[in-house]
């Protein structure tokens, strides 16, 4: 019964793979207390490749770091970044490979979207946002709806509605692609590709 952590494992390798081609912080790889000898060896390889910082930014070097749109929707929500956010933001603008392990709660995911949606509007406002997939975003099914409505869905409409009283546009479209997505959106996306895709483990090996 080793398919499971076999296939977890070699998502993860594939996922640090494939960062370098898009910009996300990866905080989905759990190793079990007792995995198996080769899920072991597995880990030892992807321990090798990984370097961990040492202290989280200063605040006003990742302020600094974000579109004025996304500081006033952030501050406007929150008092302070979170841990996650002080260490992750900085490594997403710079394009390096993240993974963020936090207690839940902490706001890793949020750090992701965060650090997203900041990168998208910088290249909307530059004119560079072009079509094609910038991240992908990888959730079990019983935890999507929940993740994209509070993390993505709902600071993306209330950033876009501080940049409508400014009068500016940001064409930022997120796909979701499950088992349930129809043909239809299956071939709207292929004709117009999300910026963002959501997707769970078992759409994406099929989509691979």
Sequence with gaps: MLIVPILNVLMGIFSLILLKFFFFPVSFIHFSKTPHRFYKSIFFIVEAMITYLDKPQEKQVVQNLLHPLVNQWFFSKFKDFSLPQLYGVKEVHDRQNIMVVAPTGSGKTLTCFLSILNELIRLADEKKLEERIYAVYISPLKALNNDIARNLQEPLAEMLKLAEQKHKDYPIRVGVRTGDTTTTE???????????????????????
């Design 186 to 208: 299956k071939q709207k996306m292929l004709k117009h590709a999300p910026h963002i895709l959501i997707t769970t483990p078992e759409s994406l090996a099929i989509l691979l």
